[in-house]
């Protein structure tokens, strides 16, 4: 017990160590003046978006750009994986062009997507579907490899149908990494809808993150910022136990 | 090893990608605007690469790259080992950098922009703080997973503290070290690629966002090739030199 608790004691003690010295530098503006408010007049904004209302907009319009955008890199990322991953031959010439493509900044695609379909909602889905395309892609491809080849034989020998093989044996065994894939594809959606809302844009969270900077309002920007990251946590917390659930029903 | 053949057949796909696009820009099958021609964005790199632009971008965005990866490596390498050495700080901290690795760090840009100012400074921070990360967690990694009986071979060879170190625990944490040098560096390349175009300063990374800006499709995507091809050099480089480096051991 005491080996658990006294790490934890370390973290909680550094989150409040930093905590009061950042309330430190603020409060004697001698440093960064007007940069640092303090965490009370952060915690205030926060609330203040929350009790009006005023951010609900914004929140809905992000989660509903990063939701169809993750849709859209699920189904296309399945889609692609199996094929891949069922294919050695394919998987060897393509697999290698997926992996540098996972390892360049997405965002860099955005102006394309804006010239081509414009700074409304659209351009951010397509952002959120790249951003979230690579990793459910490349866990799709493993699961589909790594597919038991003693379990496909069994199906076809006792005549199962070629549809039947998919949904009997492919299906219950890429759940799980697919899923795994799916966990780390919806915080990229949601990252990548957000950094487009920060380039250009008209409502979101990463739009009045950065109308707060624009108009140098510190204290509703950190109050921003803390509220995305609080959402970002909650869809991994969200993700992740779902796939601690579906390995429990797995075993 | 792959074979010749398969990465001949790769190529062919992307030269059959590439020359279709140039055919539908031909034929005008869609607006100028929207999408141009491989032969035009390369006419476009020729031009600016005389006008000197093109090279003083990719030199920048390799400065503020190369800055980020020393001050993180030399941050990282001893944080690293400081967690090593005093194990209730590595486990407290090996979990609060994880969950900070596992957040999108990249969001508080504006706060950066904030604190150092409109600048490479900022980019330069970011990129830094990205790549410091997993610097840290895999040196710590890979110094507490050496093999105990290594470090008792040493001491029962009555080896100085130093010499453990130099001789046994650095040798055999290597692989994973240079495992988390690769990934800060890749880390960081990305991080300041991604910045540079948000925020419209520095290097590689501006191209894409003024050919938005101008409504100049070819500098555009010219941008969007530069910093992929850039990431792409970048890998390959990284593997082959992690490669020689582990080879040597």
Known sequence: ?251 | MESWREKALRWIFVAIFLAVIEVIVRLNLVDRIFLTSPSLIAVAAWDELFSGELLSLFLLTAYEVAIAFIVASIVGLCAGCALWRYSLLGRAYDELLGALFASPLILLYPIFLVIFGRGINAIIAMGTLYGMIPIVLNTHQGLRDVDQVYLKVGKGMRLSERQILRHILFPAAWPMIIGGLKLGLTYILISVIALEFLVDIGGVGTLASKGYFWFNTELLYLGVVGAILLSMLFVTLLGKASARLLSRE
């Open chain 1, 1 to 251: 017990m005491n080996s658990l608790l006294k790490p934890l004691m370390v973290q909680i003690g550094t989150v409040l160590g930093f905590l009061i010295i950042w309330e430190i530098v603020g409060e004697s503006k001698l440093l960064f003046a007007g940069i640092v408010p303090s965490v009370f007049e952060i915690l205030r904004a926060a609330w203040l978006q929350l009790s009006t209302g005023s951010i609900f907009p914004h929140l809905l319009v992000t989660v509903y750009e990063a939701s169809v955008g993750l849709a859209l890199a699920a189904f296309s990322g399945v889609v692609l994986g199996i094929v891949l991953g069922a294919n050695p031959f394919w998987r060897k010439i393509f697999e290698p062009l997926i992996l540098y493509f996972a390892a360049t900044p997405k965002i860099i695609l955005y102006p394309i997507f804006l010239i081509i379909l414009g700074v409304k909602f659209e351009s951010k889905i397509a952002m959120a579907a790249v951003s979230g395309f690579f990793p459910i892609a490349l866990n799709t491809i493993v699961a589909a490899a790594n597919v038991n080849r003693v379990f496909i034989k069994v199906a076809q020998s006792v005549g199962a149908s070629n549809f039947q093989t998919f949904t009997r044996v492919y299906v219950p065994s890429m759940l799980l990494p697919i899923f795994a894939g799916m966990r780390l594809g919806a915080g990229a959606s949601l990252v990548g809808a957000i950094l487009g809302e920060l380039k250009v844009s008209n409502a979101g969270l990463g739009f009045i993150i950065i109308e707060a900077f624009n108009h140098f309002r510190v204290a509703e920007m950190y109050a921003s910022i803390l509220l995305t990251f609080f959402l970002a946590a909650m869809v991994n917390v969200v993700m992740t136990l779902i796939l601690v659930r579906m390995r429990g029903f797995a075993h």
